[in-house]
Nanobody, 124 residues
Framework: QVQLLESGGGLVQAGGSLRLACGAP????????MGWFRQAPGREREFVAA????????DYANSVKGRFTISRDNVKNMVSLQMNSLQPEDTGVYYC?????????????????WGQGTQVTVSS
């Protein structure tokens, strides 16, 4: 089973920043769209951001647009999520997903590979 590895989560005060990273040791996903999703306690996993296989197209949830930036480095086989102006409602477990397509998608069903998640907690 292919495993993605997320890192960079932590505890931050409102208004602060964090940078999440996702890698796939031993595998390449340069032809796959990659996405970040998050899940708060008692809620379903929700879309945050996605980037196409070559990085030409990005998509963001309205709640994070203008504050978060997704990027990828296909040479290093890494995807990052820069999160600025964090708010308590951004709290949750953040998951990285790899799609079977190069086209961005907001649907979790489009992503066949997932990491174990990294906790982001924003205090008020």
């Amino acid at each position: 089973q292919v495993q993605l590895l997320e890192s960079g989560g932590g505890l931050v005060q409102a208004g602060g920043s964090l940078r999440l990273a996702c890698g796939a040791p031993g595998r390449t996903f340069s032809n796959s769209a990659m996405g970040w999703f998050r899940q708060a306690p008692g809620r379903e996993r929700e879309f945050v951001a996605a980037i196409s296989g070559r990085g030409a197209t990005t998509d963001y949830a309205n709640s994070v647009k203008g504050r978060f930036t997704i990027s990828r480095d296909n040479v290093k086989n890494m995807v990052s999520l820069q999160m600025n102006s964090l708010q308590p409602e951004d709290t949750g477990v953040y998951y990285c997903g790899a799609s079977g397509s190069f086209v961005v998608s907001r649907e979790t069903s489009r992503y066949g590979y997932w990491g174990q998640g990294t906790q982001v907690t924003v205090s008020s």
